[in-house]
């Protein structure tokens, strides 16, 4: 496929804080394609990201995770691109998107509304216990606000508030 020049528009924050879901309706309304970097992940390397995580260790799965990034900037065409939420932690992914022509939008949710989505499934091996998945969100919020932008997601913010908000950003760069 053919690399695209558009700047990317690169979804990122914590477990279960929307970003698929706001990834394919902001997608939607700029009538483009995204993609979801787990989804890659498992596409490129035959295992989900839990699966990597558990059987091969964290280190294996940020490498593969970069990849599979740097895979979706170089040679996707996807123009959204909702990242796992532990991709930023990683700093070679930070250089990635640093280099590449992405505008990275924070989704800055309560930890308590991530985590009532993260508890309603088994597929986030770093977030099995509450306090665990609560120290994470704190460690890493000095990643997400490296951020272009932060989008604050108050309680029963709906995913098109959140998208129109992300599309207002979108055309005040101009792009
Ligand atoms: C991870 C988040 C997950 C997935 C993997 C690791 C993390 O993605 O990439 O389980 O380190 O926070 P979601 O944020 O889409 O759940």
């Known amino acids: ?5 558009l700047t990317r528009i690169v979804i990122t924050g914590f477990m279960g804080a929307g970003k698929s879901s706001v990834a394919r309706e902001l997608a939607r309304l700029l009538h483009d394609s995204f ?14 990201p839990r ?11 940020r490498e593969a ?3 599979a990034l740097r895979a979706a900037l170089e040679e996707g065409t996807a123009r959204v691109i909702a990242l796992g939420g532990g991709a930023v932690s990683c700093a070679a992914t930070r250089e990635l998107l640093a280099r590449r022509n992405c505008l990275t939008i924070w989704l800055d949710a309560p930890f308590e509304s991530c985590w009532q989505r993260i508890a309603e ?3 986030r091996p770093f977030a099995r216990d509450r306090e665990t998945a609560r120290r994470l969100y704190e460690e890493r919020r000095k990643f997400y606000s ?20 992300i599309r207002e950003v979108v055309r ?3 792009d």
């Open 146 to 165: 490296l951020a272009d932008y932060r989008v604050e997601i108050g309680a029963g913010r709906s995913i098109e508030s959140v998208t129109s908000e």
């Open 1 to 5: 496929m053919k690399p695209r020049n």
């Open 51 to 61: 699966e990597l995580i558990d059987e091969e260790g964290e280190p294996y799965f």
């Open 172 to 174: 005040s760069r101009n």
């Open 121 to 123: 499934d088994d597929a």
């Open 35 to 48: 993609v979801d970097l787990d989804d890659e992940v498992t596409r490129a390397e035959g295992r989900t």
């Open 65 to 67: 995770e970069t990849r």
